[in-house]
């Protein structure tokens, strides 16, 4: 078994937070905050994305996309199932998952990585890591993935071939700056590139200077706080893509607000999974 990295200065400052923001606070409302928390629905979140860059051989293709699941306190493996469940109903043609699987600890992921490769896609199931993944053990969470059956890019690529056609997709590791962002879509991304999986949203930058057609990403979780009907005016005031779906020249973001969160309030900003339906326009 890997060693974990449970003794390192980020991973007591992640419990640290944990316990301020989250456990701390739902034991001074009596377990109130939790309750009203798991009370609240996971909506199912339709989209569609054109660009004349998408191919044409996968014209209308159906992506599940999930995001930051944050397994732990306030996602029992239950409410994960239950996400992974609503998703299946959709019968999606790929599903793809952009990392934060976990909150803090690894343990206990497995059920919910063989949900959403029992979701059996016809192109199958991908996910990257975000920076939850990293803080206890990486490397557990990359073999219970691999032992699930579901296909995780750690700064690669891979090349999917369905009914004599291929789709290309990338998909990076957790990097926090525009620069590391930069440093590894390079490293994963050509002009072949379809798709590319990066948790966070900053990998947009140099992925539509790639021409890269379409990029998925979480993290931000669109700040678990917005505007009423305005997704896109949130706490996630650090961030320039916050939620929701972004142009630049050919290229496509979409940033979903994901399943799960890190502190136990979401306000006009319910958690989701996303059905998106990648077209063409050539
Ligand atoms: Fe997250």
Same mark, same amino acid.
């Given at each position: 078994?890997?060693?974990?990295?449970?003794?390192?200065?980020? #991973?007591?400052?992640?419990?640290?937070?944990?316990?301020? #923001?989250?456990?701390?606070? $739902?034991?001074?409302?009596?377990?109130?905050?939790?309750?009203?928390?798991?009370? !609240?629905? /996971?909506?199912?979140?339709?989209?569609?994305?054109?660009?004349?860059?998408?191919?044409?051989?996968?014209?209308?293709?159906? &992506?599940?996309?999930?995001?930051?699941?944050?397994?732990?306190?306030?996602?029992? /493996?239950? @409410?994960?199932?239950?996400?992974?469940?609503?998703?299946? =109903? !959709?019968?999606?043609?790929?599903?793809?998952?952009?990392?934060?699987?976990?909150?803090?600890?690894?343990?206990?992921?497995?059920?919910?990585?063989?949900?959403?490769?029992?979701?059996?896609?016809?192109?199958?199931?991908?996910?990257?890591?975000?920076?939850?993944?990293?803080?206890?053990?990486? @490397?557990?969470?990359?073999?219970?993935?691999? $032992?699930?059956?579901?296909?995780?890019?750690?700064?690669?690529?891979?090349?999917?071939?369905?009914?004599?056609?291929? *789709?290309?997709?990338?998909? &990076?590791?957790?990097?926090?700056?525009?620069? !590391?962002?930069?440093?590894?879509?390079?490293?994963?991304?050509?002009?072949?590139?379809?798709?590319?999986?990066?948790? $966070?949203?900053?990998? #947009?930058?140099?992925?539509?200077?790639?021409?890269?057609?379409?990029?998925?990403?979480?993290?931000?979780?669109?700040? !678990?706080?917005?505007?009423?009907? @305005?997704?896109?005016? $949130? *706490?996630?005031?650090?961030?320039?893509? =916050?939620?929701?779906?972004?142009?630049?020249?050919?290229?496509?973001?979409?940033?979903?607000?994901?399943?799960?969160?890190?502190?136990?309030?979401?306000?006009?900003?319910?958690?989701?999974?996303?059905? /998106?339906?990648?077209?063409?326009?050539?």
């Amino acid at each position: 078994m890997p060693t974990s990295n449970k003794s390192s200065g980020k #991973f007591r400052r992640a419990k640290a937070r944990h316990l301020l #923001f989250t456990t701390g606070p $739902n034991k001074l409302s009596g377990g109130r905050l939790f309750r009203k928390h798991f009370d !609240q629905s /996971i909506n199912l979140h339709n989209v569609t994305i054109e660009t004349p860059k998408w191919p044409t051989a996968f014209d209308g293709l159906r &992506i599940g996309h999930v995001s930051d699941f944050h397994l732990g306190d306030l996602m029992p /493996i239950n @409410r994960a199932l239950r996400a992974v469940e609503l998703l299946k =109903t !959709q019968e999606p043609d790929i599903v793809v998952c952009t990392g934060d699987v976990v909150d803090l600890y690894v343990d206990g992921a497995s059920p919910l990585l063989e949900a959403l490769a029992a979701i059996d896609a016809p192109l199958g199931t991908m996910l990257v890591l975000g920076n939850h993944d990293e803080l206890d053990c990486d @490397r557990t969470l990359t073999t219970m993935a691999k $032992n699930a059956g579901v296909q995780i890019l750690r700064d690669a690529s891979c090349r999917i071939n369905h009914r004599g056609n291929t *789709l290309n997709i990338a998909g &990076i590791d957790w990097a926090k700056t525009s620069k !590391q962002c930069r440093a590894k879509v390079k490293s994963v991304c050509n002009e072949e590139t379809h798709l590319l999986l990066s948790h $966070n949203p900053k990998a #947009f930058r140099v992925a539509s200077e790639l021409g890269v057609p379409l990029t998925l990403s979480g993290h931000t979780h669109g700040g !678990q706080v917005a505007m009423p009907n @305005r997704k896109g005016a $949130n *706490l996630a005031v650090a961030r320039g893509y =916050t939620a929701g779906l972004y142009e630049k020249n050919d290229s496509r973001l979409f940033v979903t607000v994901g399943v799960g969160a890190w502190f136990p309030l979401r306000v006009n900003c319910p958690a989701e999974v996303a059905l /998106i339906t990648a077209k063409t326009t050539g």
